[in-house]
């Protein structure tokens, strides 16, 4: 999609959030469901994918983990807001490459150690951005992407998430 592209739709978007906010609130679905070997089938509408763990964890490393998974949706939804906000502020990219880092100590996941967090202790994102632009509009882009990013926004910020349990007898 051309930047003139984006730049319309997005903002045609935005005019209709404006507008109509409810049209904007929606629930997103994602089921997993999990298979032999620690091997789950993730579907969200058209799209399945596979996703698992190494022998090292026990599995049969039938796909990328659930780390990869997530430290991929931050690292694709920066990149992608990034052309998005380039494209809507006309600064153009050349090319552009987001790495994720995420440390972490098993400890916690293996419940070798309450003190330990069973998830990450640090993520880091390191954006390289090849661009003709002066770097004052590629750092506003960066600035107004990230404060925009969803994905960012989930990493940084605490959720509220909440558990329902349905158990189904065995026939």
Same mark, same amino acid.
């Given at each position: ?10 903002? %045609? ?57 997530? %430290? ?93 349990? %349905? ?5």
């Amino acid at each position: 999609m051309h930047d003139d592209a984006i730049r319309e739709a997005l903002e %045609r978007n935005a005019k209709a959030v404006a507008l109509r906010p409810s049209i904007g609130q929606k629930t997103g679905r994602t089921t997993v469901r999990l298979k032999p070997g620690l091997e789950c089938e993730l579907e969200d509408g058209p799209w399945k994918l596979t996703v698992g763990v190494g022998p090292a964890s026990g599995g049969s490393n039938a796909g990328p983990g659930p780390g990869t998974l997530g %430290r991929g949706a931050l690292g694709s939804c920066l990149a992608i807001g990034y052309a998005m906000w380039a494209a809507r502020l006309h600064v153009p990219i050349d090319s552009l490459a987001v790495e994720v880092q995420a440390d972490y100590d098993t400890r916690g996941e293996l419940g070798v150690s309450d003190d330990v967090p069973p998830g990450y202790t640090q993520v880091r994102y390191i954006v390289t951005i090849e661009s003709p632009a002066p770097e004052s509009d590629v750092r506003k882009v960066i600035a107004t992407a990230d404060k925009y990013s969803p994905y960012r926004d989930v990493f940084a910020r605490a959720n509220d998430i909440r558990r329902e349990l %349905r158990i189904v007898p065995a026939v």
